[in-house]
C-alpha cells in the first residue's frame, strides 16, 4: 500500500501513473450553470460519482440528468458531454479507466 499526498484544491486531476495508479481520478466542483467539457470521448471507460448538484449529461443519442448520490458510467468511444445545471454546485470525481487521461475532443 502507498499513500500519497493530493493536492488540496477541491478540482485537482490525478494521473494515476504517477502514484503507481491503473486508473485515474478528476475532481470536478463547478458552481456555474452551462459550464463543463465539450463533446469528446475516451478509449476507455469513465465513471461519473456525482456527490452533489445536477448535470445535464449527452451520452451518445441519449440524455440524462445525473444528480447528487448517482453513479453514471459511459462506455469507452462513446461521444458524451455535459454540462450544469441550476440548483447547487456540481461535485463529482469522474474515473477513467487508464492511468493517463486520452481525450479526443469532437467540438
Given at each position: 500500500?502507498?499513500?500519497?499526498?493530493?493536492?488540496?484544491?477541491?478540482?485537482?486531476?490525478?494521473?494515476?501513473?504517477?502514484?503507481?495508479?491503473?486508473?485515474?481520478?478528476?475532481?470536478?466542483?463547478?458552481?456555474?450553470?452551462?459550464?463543463?467539457?465539450?463533446?469528446?470521448?475516451?478509449?476507455?471507460?469513465?465513471?461519473?460519482?456525482i456527490?452533489?448538484?445536477?448535470?445535464?449529461?449527452?451520452?451518445?443519442?441519449?440524455?440524462?440528468?445525473?444528480?447528487?448520490?448517482?453513479v453514471?458510467?459511459?462506455?469507452?468511444?462513446?461521444?458524451?458531454?455535459?454540462?450544469?445545471?441550476?440548483?447547487?454546485?456540481?461535485?463529482?470525481?469522474?474515473?477513467?479507466?487508464?492511468?493517463?487521461f486520452?481525450?479526443?475532443?469532437?467540438?
Amino acid at each position: 500500500m502507498t499513500i500519497h499526498p493530493v493536492d488540496a484544491a477541491r478540482d485537482a486531476d490525478i494521473e494515476g501513473y504517477l502514484i503507481g495508479s491503473p486508473v485515474s481520478i478528476m475532481r470536478e466542483y463547478i458552481a456555474r450553470p452551462g459550464a463543463g467539457p465539450r463533446l469528446h470521448r475516451h478509449p476507455y471507460v469513465e465513471t461519473f460519482v456525482i456527490r452533489a448538484g445536477r448535470a445535464l449529461f449527452t451520452v451518445g443519442d441519449e440524455q440524462v440528468v445525473g444528480s447528487g448520490g448517482q453513479v453514471l458510467v459511459v462506455p469507452a468511444l462513446v461521444d458524451h458531454r455535459f454540462e450544469v445545471l441550476d440548483g447547487g454546485t456540481y461535485e463529482a470525481t469522474h474515473i477513467h479507466a487508464s492511468d493517463r487521461f486520452i481525450t479526443e475532443w469532437l467540438e
